[in-house]
Each structure stands twice: as structure tokens, then as C-alpha cells.
């Protein structure tokens, strides 16, 4: 029987470019690799490899807004609002394709580059960035990437997020973090947004830290399996207002929340099903 458990949705989270800001939908279609439109787009260098906020902490400037053809809508520093369409389907990767292997994290993925037409919008986020960047598509999120295989079952697979569809948060868990850290060193760079932490879902009226507990959940009609912890990286310490960086939450989470190694905030979801969920949706724990 579920655990009895009174949450629910306090707020959903959409980011169409990696590390980009992103969106606040009050309600959004679960797919098997995340959320419709999360992560479709990302920004590579000029070897292949993805370009994020832990080296241009800039980009947190840089906002997305998922079009309703599959684009994306971008403004920030000398840029837009301009729009960027999908590109053209792939050939496919064995005929002289215009597809791209991207590196993220070291797991190779084929992408599809922009179109001809956003060679301005690169030229400009490139002159913003100080570096050559490019920016592709996932055009196939069902075949190009699989979730880990550590913590994945065959035939899951993820969009460009970093390793898995979904991050869900607690508003519970940040005000305990946010307690820990007046109590620190820096007790002037808290209290934190949840933004720091771009979750997908948020959770509110959960106990501190209850989701270390959950193994499965429902949102509304979608039910997840929880993956494993998220262990978080710099981009936690980037304002997502003014791109400046600090040392909270790493050096609170370094001394409270340290497992196997990683600092760790939110947990990872994959979905079991698909469907739409709301803000405002009930949130029972299954297992």
C-alpha cells in the first residue's frame, strides 16, 4: 500500500537549452527521456564538447523558451529575442549526414546542428561566451542516449541532461540546507532559490530530506522510479540572476550531505510512464 503522504507539485521546471534558464509551465508532458522540450538543445565547442555553466557561468543570463514546433526562443546579453527552428531531420549516420557527435561528459551522442540560419545567433553567443560554440539538437531522444547502464534499464534513454530524465527536489530539503548554512561559514550567501539547483519537479510538504527514502512515486497519473541521488557540481554556487559565483551550497553540502563521494541534493528520476503533470498534483510515495 502507498505510504501515506500529503504533497504535492509546488512548481515544474523546463530548461529547453542546457544550462540556459529555462521556464516555469504550469503544467507539462512527460516523456520517457524527461520532460517535453527539457534539454532538446545544447551549446558545443569546437571539438564536440558540450559547453555548460560549469565553464561559461554566463550562460545562466541566457534565457529559452520552448516553441510549440519544437524551436526554441532566445534573448540575453546582445542577443534576441530570436528564434531558432528545429534543424532538418538527419540523413542518417551511416550515409554522409549532417550530424555531429557531441561530447557530454565523455558519453558520445550524434546531434543535429542548428540550421544555416542561426549562424548568427552562434556568431553572437560565441562573442558573448569569449569562445566558438555551436548549437544542435537531439533529434531522436529515443535512440541517441541511454541512461546509465549503473542505475538504467534497457531501452531507457535520456535527453542532454546530465545523466538522467528528470531531477526532483524538496521545498523542505533547501529550507534545511538554507538553516545549515546561516549557521556556517558564509552565512551571507544564503538563503538560496531552488533555481540553483534546476530541478524539474518540486515537491512541497515533505518532511527534510524525506526523498533519501522514496524508491518510487506518483505525480498525478505519471509514476517514476527513483534512480539514485544527484550528486551536484559547481553551477550550485552560479546566481542564476547575476551569474556570479560563491561558495554555498558545495561547502554545506560538503559537510552534511556527502555520500559516496558526491555532495548530493534531489534525487533522479526515470519515468515508468508517461502522461502530464501539474502544479498542484498530489505526490504519493509508492515505495
Given at each position: 500500500m502507498p505510504k501515506p503522504f500529503h504533497a504535492v507539485v509546488r512548481a515544474?521546471?523546463?530548461?529547453?537549452?542546457?544550462?540556459?534558464?529555462?521556464?516555469?509551465?504550469?503544467?507539462?508532458?512527460?516523456?520517457?527521456?524527461?520532460?517535453?522540450?527539457?534539454?532538446?538543445?545544447?551549446?558545443?565547442?569546437?571539438?564536440?564538447?558540450?559547453?555548460t555553466q560549469r565553464q561559461r557561468p554566463g550562460l545562466a543570463l541566457v534565457h529559452a523558451e520552448p516553441l510549440p514546433a519544437g524551436g526554441v526562443r532566445l534573448?540575453?546579453?546582445?542577443?534576441?529575442?530570436?528564434?531558432?527552428?528545429?534543424?532538418?531531420?538527419?540523413?542518417?549516420?551511416?550515409?554522409g549526414t549532417n550530424l555531429v557527435v557531441m561530447d557530454i561528459f565523455g558519453t558520445k551522442v550524434e546531434s543535429v546542428p542548428a540550421r544555416p540560419g542561426a549562424r548568427e545567433v552562434e556568431r553572437r553567443l560565441s562573442a558573448?561566451?569569449?569562445?566558438?560554440?555551436?548549437?544542435v539538437h537531439?533529434?531522436?531522444?529515443?535512440?541517441?542516449?541511454?541512461?546509465?547502464?549503473?542505475h538504467g534499464r534497457p531501452g531507457e534513454t535520456v535527453s542532454f541532461a546530465d545523466g538522467f530524465p528528470l531531477l526532483v527536489t524538496s521545498t523542505a530539503s533547501l529550507d534545511?540546507?538554507?538553516?545549515?548554512?546561516?549557521?556556517?561559514?558564509?552565512?551571507?550567501?544564503?538563503?538560496?532559490?531552488?533555481?540553483?539547483?534546476?530541478?524539474?519537479?518540486?515537491?512541497?510538504?515533505?518532511?527534510?530530506?524525506?526523498?533519501?527514502?522514496?524508491?518510487?512515486?506518483?505525480?498525478?497519473?505519471?509514476?517514476?522510479?527513483?534512480?539514485k541521488p544527484c550528486g551536484r557540481c559547481v553551477i550550485t554556487t552560479t546566481d542564476q540572476r547575476t551569474a556570479e559565483r560563491g561558495r554555498e551550497p558545495l561547502r554545506t553540502?560538503?559537510?552534511h550531505r556527502r555520500l559516496d563521494g558526491k555532495l548530493v541534493f534531489g534525487q533522479n528520476l526515470v519515468p515508468e510512464s508517461t502522461g502530464t503533470v501539474r502544479v498542484g498534483d498530489p505526490v504519493t510515495v509508492l515505495e
Open positions: 515544474l521546471g523546463v530548461h529547453p537549452v542546457k544550462s540556459m534558464a529555462g521556464c516555469a509551465p504550469t503544467s507539462a508532458v512527460v516523456e520517457p527521456w524527461g520532460l517535453a522540450a527539457d534539454r532538446r538543445w545544447a551549446l558545443i565547442d569546437g571539438t564536440g564538447k558540450v559547453v534573448r540575453g546579453p546582445g542577443l534576441g529575442p530570436v528564434d531558432v527552428a528545429v534543424p532538418e531531420p538527419a540523413a542518417g549516420s551511416a550515409t558573448y561566451l569569449g569562445e566558438e560554440v555551436r548549437l537531439l533529434d531522436d531522444p529515443a535512440t541517441r542516449r541511454p541512461v546509465n547502464p549503473l534545511a540546507l538554507n538553516a545549515l548554512i546561516a549557521q556556517g561559514d558564509h552565512p551571507e550567501e544564503g538563503p538560496l532559490p531552488m533555481d540553483r539547483f534546476r530541478p524539474n519537479l518540486v515537491v512541497a510538504g515533505t518532511a527534510p530530506w524525506a526523498e533519501d527514502g522514496w524508491r518510487r512515486l506518483a505525480v498525478g497519473e505519471v509514476v517514476f522510479r527513483v534512480a553540502l560538503g559537510r
